[in-house]
């Protein structure tokens, strides 16, 4: 097989059955020789492996939106409904900042758990942690408790954003894998512009905030009962048997059911020989030995390290909540009343961050992975460097700063907002995969808590217009990882990527 195929898009991925939806793909060779069956699927079956772990990155989104609504709602001496309103800047920050902390709490138990407890699990988990924490806050009676709920969901953000990638990038076909982990970024952006928009629908009702947070619950619980339902992803289960815990033969029958049911109809009487081609693919790669905590930081492993956390960090130190910062002002500038509300340049920006994230989502398996990287920061590193002039040499020219301003997020959610969760989902080999993918979280939750508590000061010192240039010229050096260093995945199945891009 091509390091680098031609991928169709959804809509024309091989013969579609008339009442079905089924469809079928060509052989392809096997990694030892042979040659692969078609990957027949159909697209309904495909929807719910997809949708339930992507509300865990709804859920996230959703918190993002909401708690910039609620910190207004709880401070506000008519509104909040508590005798606790009178909050200083390091509480308001506790709220803010209480989910960023537990995720990374989660990113770290992810790394003991992951593997023991497999993806089906560990979302069942996030979910119920999302319940909780969501709960917790919503009916906190005093300031410490809802920093308690705060911290619970935050641990709930850390497993779903571990575990959703996996599981979904296991058990998708690989034709529309990166279609289906992109559409998660999707769903991202999607719950930041609901929280935005229900917050501001509630910020002026008396205790509103608990509301806010109350909300989420009914998605966590369809999250929990989803996964519940959901069968355990094929790949970790035949994992576990190669490795010798379990039975291989239990494994492998409970291993076709999984696949039968995640490909419905379509997969007939080939999942068996599916089944069968992952097993001896996983033992052509090595994946029967067991793991080492060493072994994660030599080898494939620590390309793949390289590769995802590089992908992650840069994402996060490229400059985004700064550009965000300051897009209120920018748009007040160019004449555009609407931006005197911060709430509303939010929501109008998610909606844009939708389109293009909705762009991406449809060209990813098309185009590839690096093309989009490439082409996006490339983007980036224009736009950053024009809001950089903008502040120093050109606050004359406000229509400079709006371009710029929507050319960076446009950018970015072509780039580093999608591709970066799907590289980390796909490049891991599967038997280090949750180990090393729980490192890729924590670099990405940890630099993103660095940037947001640095920022300021940053400002301070430097300005704004050189803040910004910095920022460009992170985003060159982004560019060189990425021209150098990250793969292209296109329409490799993952054992492919472990043999031919580590």
């Not at 758990?113 to 906190?140: K, M, P, Q, S």
């Not at 929990?224 to 291989?248: C, D, E, F, V, Y």
């Not at 985004?320 to 709430?343: E, M, N, R, W």
Request: net charge neutral; hydrophobic share 50%; glycine share 12%.
């Amino acid at each position: 097989m091509a390091s680098d195929p031609e991928q169709p898009t959804l809509s024309s991925l091989g013969k579609v059955g008339k009442s079905s939806g089924e469809i079928g793909g060509v052989e392809e060779p096997l990694l030892n020789g042979g040659t692969h069956t078609s990957e027949n699927y159909s697209i309904a079956s495909a929807i719910f492996p997809f949708l339930f772990p992507a509300l865990g990155g709804l859920l996230y989104g959703y918190d993002i939106g909401s708690t910039s609504c609620a910190t207004i709602s709880i401070q506000s001496a008519t509104s909040s409904g508590i005798s606790w309103y009178n909050l200083n800047s390091v509480d308001i920050g506790l709220i803010t900042s209480g989910s960023l902390y537990g995720a990374l709490i989660g990113s770290v138990l992810a790394f003991n758990i992951a593997d023991f407890l497999g993806r089906r699990r560990e979302l069942i988990l996030a979910a119920f942690l999302y319940l909780v924490g969501a709960l917790v806050t919503a009916l906190a009676p005093a300031f410490a408790v809802m920093v308690i709920g705060r911290f619970v969901f935050g641990i709930g953000i850390g497993l779903a954003m571990h575990a959703a990638p996996m599981y979904i990038a296991e058990t998708a076909p690989s034709h529309i894998r990166g279609q289906l982990i992109s559409l998660k970024e999707f769903f991202i952006v999607l719950g930041m512009v609901a929280g935005y928009g229900i917050g501001s629908l509630l910020v002026d009702t008396v205790a509103g905030w608990r509301y806010m947070y109350v909300a989420s619950t009914p998605l966590a619980v369809i999250m929990g009962i989803g996964m519940w339902w959901l069968p355990a992803s094929p790949r970790w289960l035949l994992l576990r048997a190669i490795q010798g815990k379990g039975s291989m033969q239990e494994l492998r029958e409970t291993a076709i059911c999984c696949l039968r049911r995640l490909r419905g109809e379509a997969i007939g009487d080939t999942a068996p020989v599916k089944v069968d081609e992952i097993l001896d693919e996983l033992a052509v790669v090595g994946e029967e030995k067991e793991v080492k905590l060493t072994e994660v930081f030599r080898g494939k492993c620590l390309k793949a390290l390289t590769i995802g956390a590089g992908l992650v960090l840069f994402q996060q130190i490229t400059g985004q909540p700064s550009v965000l910062y300051y897009a209120a002002s920018i748009l007040q500038s160019a004449g555009f009343s609407l931006a005197s509300d911060a709430t509303r340049v939010s929501i109008l920006l998610g909606l844009f961050k939708l389109i293009m994230t909705g762009i991406a989502v449809l060209v990813v398996d098309r185009l590839g992975r690096r093309p989009l990287l490439l082409g996006g920061v490339s983007g980036m590193v224009i736009s950053l460097f024009l809001l950089g002039s903008y502040y120093i040499f050109l606050d004359d020219v406000p229509v400079v700063a709006v371009a710029a301003l929507l050319l960076y997020v446009g950018c970015y959610q072509l780039s580093f907002g999608p591709i970066g969760w799907l590289m980390i989902s796909e490049i891991f080999p599967l038997r280090l995969r949750g180990r090393g993918l729980s490192i890729a979280v924590l670099v990405n939750f940890g630099a993103n808590a660095i940037v947001t508590f640095a920022f300021s000061p940053l400002k301070d010192w430097l300005g704004a217009g050189i803040l910004f240039y910095v920022f460009g010229a992170i985003a060159v050096l982004s560019l060189l990882f990425i021209f150098f260093i990250v793969p292209e995945t296109k329409g490799l199945t993952l054992e492919e990527i472990e043999a031919k891009c580590l």
